[in-house]
């Protein structure tokens, strides 16, 4: 019998086990069991584990989608990136926080493909709870998913939502959901700017303030903190000028930062200046000479970092790198 190393999550294909006769040591983990016919009976030729080896760590955040809010392929576009990019990693960008020894997972934020995002993990981790969702702020990549969790749908019961003041304001005083308030399907709590939010024994949220667009909220960036490593998470923001990286990361921590656009001229006819966001060129900047390690995310269906180019070879250079669907931080 030969052990082969894990594949990445979404080309894992498990099997249906029954649990109450495999005992797994690991929580969470699914092996994935190739059988060969054989002298008339089947008989294992290898064995996956669909868990990574990162996965096996006691806190660690896991991405469930690499793109701008409306995903990618984008509603009524013709563009090479809509046409042709048909994977997970084109879902909305989220994160989701895993805790190994309390077996407990969280969400930050709720995108319009939630279903698929939380399926995919309660697939993946089948005896862990669902303990909650942090949201960012109110832009409809960041929300909607909201919608699921109503009658008509999952029909929550008070699942713990973390949301700042301006969001929890919004969502109370506008339908439908304030619905899921009213319903108890969501139980809101408060985010504070650089409050420190401890959700299990090894992990710390801290919600940092960033400028963006505040139509109905303000925008939080989020600093996960476990035993090991810190991570800042910010999909969204208007400019780095006002954001000092070096006072939440240090040496091995790991940023994974808002690369919408690559340059202002993506979407013709648009003026990005009524949607800002820095630009990757001026990401690329700001993190020059910085000690953690860089990601980047939240990508218009526009960025041309899509597909191989002259761009993917400018962000290498630097050591930046583009994320899987799936991929794995621990912390």
Known sequence: ??????????????????????QLNSPGLVLRILLVFHYGKFIPLQITSQASMADLASVFATLLGVAQDAGVPQVACQCENCLTIRTNSGWPVCLAIVDNNAGKFWMIDATPRFPEQLNWLKRRYPDYRFCGILLTHAHIGHYAGLMYLGREAMSAKALPVYA???????LSNNGPWSALIELNNIELKTLRDNDQLIISKDIVITPV??????????????????????LFYCPDIDSWQRLNLSEYLNANDYALLDATFFSDDELPGRNLR????????QTLEFIRDQPFQTWLI???????????????????KHAVQLPDFGQVWNL
Do not use: C
């Open 1 to 22: 019998m030969q052990t082969v190393r894990s594949l990445r999550p979404e080309r894992v294909q498990p099997l249906d086990i029954d649990r109450s006769k495999h």
């Open 164 to 170: 700042s003041i301006s969001m929890q304001a919004y």
């Open 209 to 230: 303030a960033v400028e963006h667009r505040s139509e109905f909220s303000n925008t939080y960036a989020m600093l996960l903190s476990g035993p090991q490593r810190s």
């Open 274 to 281: 009524e949607i800002p966001h820095p630009l990757v060129t």
């Open 298 to 316: 939240h990508l218009n269906h526009s960025n041309p970092l899509w597909r191989p180019g002259k761009e993917r070879k400018l962000v290498g």
